[in-house]
């Protein structure tokens, strides 16, 4: 069964703290994904990666870095959490598109990221 | 980048009845689109693709239209039931899919 494992559930940071979220995915795929989703306005990409050690702009990038340097591992970091990053996010992984499964993503469980 | 639009207000129905939730797309016509469910707390779930070239996917109470003219999708939900209550969403996209922001559906028994 497809699996993405965010590695916490809730968090806690204060302001300027750096934050790391971590996401891990056991299906091989090849791209992975960080979202945030906010009330009103839905789910807004922050970056992808569609190999390790490549790196794409969501768009919504700034105040967010990432790092993908295993396959299955992809972590969104926030430099210097400030409290418009209070959010939740959501990591998601998809095989390459030509897959019989198409551009088909799976998401994990989320991250409540609250920041004071 | 694609812009997805899905009607932000909550749509009540009444078990038994049909549920139909719109997506919008606005810039370039997409190669396809998908819809998902979430549940409050969760991450969504992939329910459906369709493609520029179908008219129409089903699966079980589940279908979904694509009318490449109107730049707009359809899902619907048959026979609605209490469990089919969530948030459902649309999204399409190039490299990475880009979402309308959801569709709330509330089936009241």
């Known amino acids: 069964d497809v699996k993405v494992t965010q590695s916490s559930r809730y968090l806690v940071k204060r302001t300027g703290e750096k934050v790391f979220l971590e996401c891990v995915q056991d299906m091989d795929h090849e791209n992975m994904f960080w979202y945030r989703q906010d009330p009103g306005l839905g789910l807004r990409l922050i970056y992808f990666?569609?190999?390790?050690?490549?790196?794409e702009k969501g768009d919504i990038p700034e105040g967010y870095s990432v790092s993908r340097e295993k396959k299955e591992r992809f972590s969104l970091i926030l430099e210097s959490a400030s409290t418009n990053q209070t959010s939740m996010y959501l990591c998601?992984?998809?095989?390459?598109?030509?897959?019989?499964?198409?551009?088909?993503?799976?998401f994990g469980e989320g991250s409540w990221l609250t920041v004071v | 980048s694609q812009k997805i639009e899905q009607n932000s207000e909550a749509l009540n129905i009444q078990e038994g009845k049909t549920a139909t939730l719109t997506c919008n797309y606005t810039n370039y016509s997409p190669a396809y689109l998908q819809w998902y469910r979430q549940d409050p707390g969760r991450g969504p779930v992939f329910l459906l693709l369709?493609?520029?070239?179908?008219k129409e996917k089903r699966k079980e109470r589940l279908k979904v239209t694509f009318d490449t003219t109107l730049k707009q999708s359809l899902f619907h939900i048959t026979a609605s039931q209490p469990a089919d209550s969530a948030t459902y969403l649309c999204g399409t996209g190039r490299r990475a899919l880009t979402f309308g922001s959801g569709t709330r559906l509330q089936v009241q028994p």
């Open positions: 998601a992984s998809s095989p390459p598109r030509g897959r019989s499964s198409g551009n088909t993503i799976y």
């Open positions: 369709i493609r520029e070239n179908e």
């Open positions: 990666s569609y190999d390790v050690k490549m790196k």
